[in-house]
């Protein structure tokens, strides 16, 4: 097969893909009975008015009734809880946000927004500490941290001068970020439980389906988990508070289906990606190889 035939393949097999994806989200509303959005990417700010230009468009006739498909590692809070107020308008009646795998940091908030959160068995939802990433100076070296670590050092810190370690806490000290930029960091963590709490307050409390408050909801979310990728599943989802349900029978037949179809989408725009790269790279001259 020449290259021509392996592009015109590949084109086909992605046209088929498509179609197959848009016929398994028509299954799912008409089982369902409403509406249905699919969210399949991190959350941007640039996202936000993609979302919007495709929901004035085409979902006009949702009636207020509309279901969510979120499969998403997380992003940009403040951009998470704009699209939640977006899909809230949208979806003024009931609301659902569906999980077949993953909703983790921000898209938490996101699916949060709603009147309930549907998830398949092996779903995942998780902690909404904010993930900071700064460069070290003194290393040159890009660091990704938690504001909840910040406090972990201070009580190191503390303990090695109270154990008389005085040189090994100042040399901890003297690498600690300036004293207001801590602050900031530290403040991260109220601005999500803020956004939290509103998004809660707004819809999933109105049901009277939480079996905890808003506060202490947003308060075990964002600060009461020891690491940011934590498995936050179908149980432990409940123990927190929210009003979660399982999906089961057709429609997570269908849920999952629509959730395998996009993975193999994404390979092969990956594999597709991958190739235009080390293309790119075969053609670069020599001397710049020689630099890579």
């Not at 021509?4 to 089982?31: A, F, G, N, V, Y």
């Not at 249905?36 to 006739?61: A, G």
């Not at 003024?92 to 999980?99: A, W, Y």
């Not at 947003?218 to 409940?238: S, V, W």
């Amino acid at each position: 097969m020449n290259k021509k035939q392996q592009k015109e393949k590949s084109i086909d097999e992605m046209d088929k893909l498509k179609k197959e994806i848009k016929e398994t989200i028509q299954e799912i509303e008409k089982e369902r009975g409403k509406r249905c959005f699919v969210l399949w990417k991190n959350i941007t700010p640039r996202l936000v008015e993609e979302v919007f230009e495709e929901l004035r468009n085409t979902f006009e006739d949702a009636n207020g009734e509309l279901d969510v498909i979120v499969h998403s590692g997380g992003g940009d809070i403040d951009a998470a809880y704009n699209l939640a107020c977006l899909f809230q308008k949208f979806g003024n009646k009931k609301l659902s946000f569906i999980v077949p795998r993953w909703a983790k940091s921000a898209s938490t908030l996101l699916v949060c927004a709603g009147d309930e959160i549907l998830m398949s068995p092996i779903a995942e939802l998780g902690p909404l500490d904010p993930q900071i990433t700064q460069i070290n100076p003194l290393e040159e070296r890009f660091e990704q941290f938690s504001p909840l670590h910040i406090q972990t050092t201070l009580d190191l810190i503390r303990s090695e001068f109270e154990n008389g370690n005085k040189e090994l806490a100042e040399g901890l000290l003297r690498r600690l970020q300036f004293p207001l930029t801590l602050g900031s960091f530290i403040k991260s963590h109220e601005i999500a439980e803020q956004y939290l709490v509103r998004l809660l307050k707004s819809r999933m409390s109105k049901t009277g389906k939480l079996n905890s408050s808003p506060e202490e909801i947003a308060k075990r979310l964002t600060r009461e988990y020891a690491d940011h990728g934590f498995c936050i599943n179908i149980d432990e989802a409940r123990k927190i508070g929210l009003n979660v349900q399982e999906l089961k029978g057709e429609i997570l037949e269908l849920v999952w289906k629509l959730f395998k179809l996009n993975e193999e989408k994404d390979r092969i725009i990956k594999e597709k990606k991958k190739k235009e790269i080390e293309k790119i790279i075969k053609n670069l001259p020599p001397e710049i190889l020689k630099k890579i």
